[in-house]
DNA sequence: GTTCCGCATGAATCGATAG
DNA sequence: ACTATCGATTCATGCGGAA
C-alpha cells in the first residue's frame, strides 16, 4: 500500500481545522521567519511575531498524537546590531500555550551567507525547537546512530590489541570492564548538534533546509507508516522526504505556485487535493 | 612591565564595587549554572536565577568600558523533562536594563557529557551570549581568522595561476576586480559557532571550559594591555590565559580554596589580593 | 568518462543614499 | 527624524562546459 500525501493549498490556520484531532506524529516546519520572505508571504514583523504564530500553534497541538513531537526550524536575524528577542518570547509563550519545551537541537550549517561586517561574524547555526504535549513521547533513538569518531576507533583499534587478550575475569578494574560494551561497536548515539550542509539550489527547488534534516528527525520520532506533517511546506522538502521513507504526509501551502510544484515532484505517490 | 592580576576574595555583587566605573574592556565568565555547584556555591534555583543575577550584571554595566563586551557563558539543563527558561528571560531581562544583546555564539562541545536517556540525546552545546553597552564597540576579527577549507585553498591556487597574469587595467568584470582580494589569501573570517573539545582533566584543576575558548574572545575584543574581568574566576582559566596574553586581570572569587589556588598558578606575575 | 575550472547564488548584514 | 531601497562584502557548494 502506497502511502499518502495530502496537499492543503491556503492559510496554515485555516486549513488546520481540517486535520482530525490526534492524528499527527511528527510536525516538521520552518515557518516564514520575521522579516523575510516579504516577496513571497509578506514578511511577518518580529513585533507582531508571537501573536501571528500562536493561533497556528494552537491548532497544531490539537492535531497532534499525545505521543507526537513537533520541531520547529527558526533562527532570528540581527536588527540594529542586536539579535531580535521574539524566538525567546515565542518559546515562552508557547510553554503557556501548554507545550512542553523538551530541547533545543542546533543545526550547524556548513555553509553559511558570506559577508563581513565590523561588529559580527557570519552566521552559521539555527535552532530545531522541539515541543511535546506529554513527557512521554516516541523516539526511536537506535534509528539515528552515527559512526563512531575516528579517535574512538583508532583508541579502541589499539586497545583491543593489548586488552583483548586480557582475562575477562579481570573485571572491575575500572578500564576493563567496560571493555565488553565497546568490542565490536561501532556506531554511537548522536548528540543534540546537527552538522550539514544547506544544499540550496538543487534542481530550481528553492528549499530552506537540506533533506537530510527531515530525515533525521522523521527517523527520531516516527516509523513506517506514521503521519508528518509540515504546516509551512513550501518547496515540499518536508512532504517529499516523509513520503519517500514510507510515512503518510500533509503539508499545507499559502503559495499556488509552491503548492503545484510539490504536486508534480511527487505525482507518483497519489496526492490528494483539497 | 608585566601585567597585573588582580585577585578579590569574596561576592561578585559586592566586589564588583571596588572596581572603577568604565574600566574594563572584556568580562568573560561562566557563573554557576541554576542548579548546579551546590556544594561549592549553594546552588542557585532556576526560579530565582534572573533575580539574583541582575544586581551582578547592573555592576557589570558599570565596570564595563562602553567599548567594551560582556560575554557569558551559560546553559540551561534540563529539568522535569524540559530545558529550564531562565536563560531565556535572562537575556530578555537584561536588555530591559539597558545591555544590547548583539549575538548569540554556539560553543560545539567535541566530547560532551556521557550518558543516555530515553527522552533526549546528549547536549553537547552550550551558549555564549554577548552583550555590549553600545553598538559601536571594539572588535579585531583578524586576531581570529581560521585556515580557509581545502577546496578554496586548491582552488584558489589554481586561480592564481591563471588569473595573476591578468592586465590588471581589466577591472570591472566583475570577477578580476575582485582578485586582488583573494590572491595569496588561505584564511578566512570564523562563524558564530566554535568548535573545541573540553579539557576539563589537565592538572587537577577542575575547569568548567578549555582554555581555548576565553583565548578566542580575549583575541576577538581586546588587545594587549586592556583589562578582562572574570567575577566568577573558579579556577582561573580565564584569568591566566588573559595574563599569559598580555592583558591585565581581574578576578572574583568566592570560595578561598580556589583563589588560593590561582595565586599559587599565577605567583610569577605578581597578583595583588585584596 | 574523469577532472578541472568558471560562475551563480544563498532565511545575511551594515552603512549610505534616497524619499 | 524615520523608513525603504541598494550596493558592497564574503564563502561553500553544485552545476555545466571545457580540457
New binding site residues.
Partial sequence: MKNKVKLFPGDAKEQLTKLPSNSVDLIFT????AE??MTTYGGVSQHEYVEWFMPIADELHEVLKPTGTFVL???E?????ERSTYVLELILKMREHGWLWTEEFIWHK??S????????FR?SW?RLLQFNKERQFNMYQEEVMVPMGDWAKSRLKNLSQTDKVRDPSRVGSGFGKNISNWINRDMAYPTNVIHL???????NH???FPEELPEWFIKLFTKENDTVLDP?MGSGTTVLVANRMGRNAVGIEIVPEYLEMVRERIENAEPVLF
Same sequence: chains 1, 2.
Avoid at 520552518?30 to 521567519?33: A, D, G, I, R, V
Avoid at 536575524?77 to 546590531?81: D, E, I, Q
Avoid at 550542509?197 to 534542481?203: L, M, Q, S
Fill in positions: 520552518s515557518p516564514p521567519y523575510r520572505r526550524n527558526i533562527k536575524s540581527a536588527f540594529n546590531g556548513k555553509n551567507y558570506p559577508g563581513k561586517w565590523p561588529n559580527r552566521d539555527e550542509a544547506t544544499e540550496c539550489n538543487n534542481k528553492p528549499a530552506a509551512f
